[in-house]
């Protein structure tokens, strides 16, 4: 069952997992002295209000430290473990994991030892993308709550497939667009809905900047390093020889994994999930009508695959339309800002970062400027409120199913951008019109990395 914005309703529903694809899970729990097999409908425990999470943190990268460090703020996080398949990583992340007084903190390289482990409550999900869904999915089946990152999937279908899990399974599962915890977006977006900007029609978001036109590089193909498991890295994406833009890891930026079709969707997915989610947010988190993305490589001479430069219009059927632009050539913004979200009134206009929002209001009307800074750290509150609904077993404010529509509000962009074409978005059959586009909506995974919920 659908949603009428064509994304799964709570109704669950049912697969059967085939022999061939559960084998190797067994085997590996069965290698790992694990006497049965994780549970499909283990319910979890019911925590009180002081009782510790069990969290395993999974991808101990920039983004998967980040989450470690900040959880850990909270009380009543206990970590259980860390799981990574290059080395280096695990040992930095455990290292901060004892500094912060978690001393039994668990170093793991195989996921699957964390979802046979039954102790285990939570799971944060912080891997490249490509990993999100069978990740999260599988987690759901094993009766644990999960963190993960956005965007939450690669692919429209694997989305899908993650809202199901999590409702099939009685799952809490909170996306990392933390932004929804911030205490002025929450304000900016309660003033679009208000009214108080008069009709908005037109809603603008950007990443704009210069960069060094070698960007990334061109490294050649070769050997991965010494503690890197790569096969595993690959996990559910095609079988590639090791390059190390591929796998990305640079001590000065996030990984570059991001600019790879195979792991992920470029800035669009990176950055335009964040930003286009508070448009979404204020708007009751609608899919869109239809999408065009324009763009290319007409700057950047490194091996990147997704496009350095690209402009993405959509339109809603709220009777507004919205824009994404991403570009490396140039720094200027309309408000000297290097990403953002706007909302275009007819009595104002409001700009929205994460450094606060702005009014500015249309001469004659009756809205006052104002300029509201920022007043709460979004990661913490983010984190918090996935513990309480632990707890509580509500759903978080970056539910799975929100989320879901965010990511594939900008995933539609990419296959609009791939396919060469503007594509409609059909609700009742979440999918697209085009039949031709149709491709870029799912993707074949490696065995025995199946998804199935």
């Not at 280096?88 to 978690?102: I, M, S, T, Y």
């Not at 496009?307 to 994404?324: N, R």
């Not at 060469?420 to 074949?444: C, P, Y």
Request: net charge neutral; aromatic share 10%.
């Amino acid at each position: 069952m659908q949603n009428q914005d064509g994304v799964p309703s709570a109704q669950e529903s049912t697969a059967v997992t085939s022999e061939r694809q559960e084998a190797p899970r067994r085997q590996f729990l069965k290698s790992a002295g694990v006497a049965a097999a994780v549970s499909a409908f283990a319910p979890g425990k019911v925590l009180g209000a002081n009782d510790r999470v069990n969290v395993a943190y999974v991808g101990m990268g920039r983004m998967g430290t980040g989450n470690l460090e900040i959880s850990m703020r909270h009380k009543q996080v206990h970590v259980a473990a860390v799981c990574d398949v290059y080395q280096p990583h695990l040992e930095k992340a455990a290292a901060v994991a004892r500094k912060a007084g978690q001393q039994d903190v668990k170093e793991i390289k195989d996921y699957r030892e964390i979802l046979a482990d039954k102790s285990i409550d939570a799971v944060c999900i912080s891997t490249p993308d490509h990993w999100h869904a069978w990740q999260t999915v599988e987690a759901c089946k094993a009766g644990k709550d999960v963190y993960v990152e956005k965007p939450i999937s690669v692919t429209i279908e694997e989305g899908a497939k993650m809202v199901q899990a999590a409702r099939k399974y009685n799952r809490v599962v909170q996306a990392g667009t933390m932004q929804r915890s911030g205490i002025h977006f929450q304000k900016a977006t309660e003033i679009v809905r208000s009214g108080k900007l008069g009709k908005v029609a037109t809603v603008k978001t950007w990443n704009v900047g210069v960069a060094k036109r070698e960007g990334i590089g061109n490294p050649p193909d070769g050997a991965p390093p010494a503690g890197l498991d790569w096969d595993m890295w690959l996990g559910p994406a095609p079988k590639r020889p090791f390059n190390a833009n591929r796998f990305g890891v640079d001590p000065n930026a996030f990984s570059h994994f991001r600019w790879f079709w195979d792991y992920a969707g470029g800035m669009m997915t990176d950055w335009g999930v964040h930003l286009l989610d508070i448009a979404l947010m204020a708007f009751d988190n609608p899919m869109p009508e239809y999408v065009n993305a324009a763009g290319g490589n007409f700057y950047l001479t490194d091996n990147r695959e997704t496009p350095d430069t690209l402009l993405v219009t959509y339109k809603f059927p709220q009777g507004f339309v919205a824009e994404y632009e991403n570009r490396h050539t140039s720094s200027v913004s309309q408000f000297n800002r290097g990403s953002g979200t706007v909302f275009y009134g007819t009595e104002g206009t409001l700009h929205v970062d994460r450094r606060g929002y702005t009014i500015y209001p249309e001469k004659g009307s009756e809205l006052l400027e104002a300029k509201v800074n920022s007043s709460n750290n979004m990661n913490y509150d983010h984190w918090g409120n996935f513990l309480e609904c632990i707890r509580t077993r509500q759903r978080p404010i970056s539910d799975i199913e929100i989320c879901h529509k965010s990511t594939a509000t900008c995933l539609l962009a990419n296959v609009s951008y791939r396919a060469g074409m503007r594509v409609d978005w059909d609700s009742a059959n979440a999918t697209v019109v085009q039949a031709e586009a149709r491709k870029f909506l799912s993707r074949e995974e490696r065995d025995p990395w199946k998804i199935v919920v």
